[in-house]
């Protein structure tokens, strides 16, 4: 047998294994399962607060938001392990409760509010100096374009008129999305095309209408070379 039948055999072997579709993800060795989406889904429902009278109803978070928060959590753990972060006892917990309008000792809030914390911290921790690349800004421009926020044939605009804060912003959610790659590149991140496109925001923008969007996001495992098998 060729040594290129060997290396195809295996290739494929590697490809069986990590494509089981009662798993949502695979973390390097780690398997989240669907069952465990499943309880923490059903948990995050039974947690929902009804609105008051006369308040608009925030939309609960969906399975695909309790999947993501799962592998992020995971994920950031050992980002934050691999760059001397450690969560600290009050990750703000109660906020996320409140913004989510969910009772605050559900899974989900913890998980939530475990990312947001992790983000914030590396942010802190990361370089905030120089200038943000141009390929950053070009991907921060498309997203508010996306978004109805700016013209598409303004870029060299925009290039030039954000403010340097902002462009510092860019720059230290930059560093932090490559350190959040760096890790899940080697973690071989693999997510179950249900529940793609699947990343971790480190950047948000409010639009006009008031609600919250990512702006620069750390991708989980792209939707063409995601092994999973979806399932229905």
């Known amino acids: 047998m060729s040594v290129a039948v060997v290396a195809s055999l295996a ?31 059903d948990e995050t429902r039974a947690a929902v607060i009804p609105p008051k009278e006369g308040e608009q109803p ?5 399975r695909a938001d309790v999947a993501r928060a799962i592998i992020g959590a995971d994920v950031l753990a050992q980002v934050g392990k ?19 309008h969910l009772r605050p000792d559900a899974e989900y809030v913890q998980l ?27 991907q921060v421009f498309d997203v508010l374009v996306a978004n109805g926020e700016a013209d598409a044939s303004q870029f060299a605009q925009f290039q030039s008129q954000l403010p340097a804060q902002n462009k510092q912003l860019v720059v230290s959610a930059a560093a932090v999305r490559d350190q959040i790659n760096e890790v899940t590149g080697p973690l071989r991140v ?3 095309p249900r529940y ?22 750390a991708p989980l495992g792209a939707d063409d070379t995601a092994p999973v098998s979806a399932v229905s």
């Open 58 to 62: 925030v939309p609960a978070p969906t």
């Open 196 to 217: 793609q496109p699947a990343s971790i925001s480190v950047l948000e923008f409010q639009t006009q209408n008031g609600a919250v969007r990512p702006l620069v996001t």
């Open 82 to 100: 691999q760059h001397n972060v450690t969560l600290p006892a009050d990750i703000g917990q109660a906020d996320a409760a409140s913004t989510l």
């Open 112 to 138: 939530y509010a475990t990312v947001k914390a992790y983000v914030t911290l590396l942010k802190q921790g990361a370089a905030a100096t120089g200038e943000p690349t141009e390929a950053d800004l070009r």
């Open 190 to 192: 693999r997510v179950n």
């Open 11 to 41: 290739v494929a072997g590697l490809s069986a294994c990590r494509s089981e579709p009662t798993v949502a993800a695979y973390i390097g060795d780690t398997k989240i399962t669907e069952d465990r989406v499943d309880a923490v889904f």
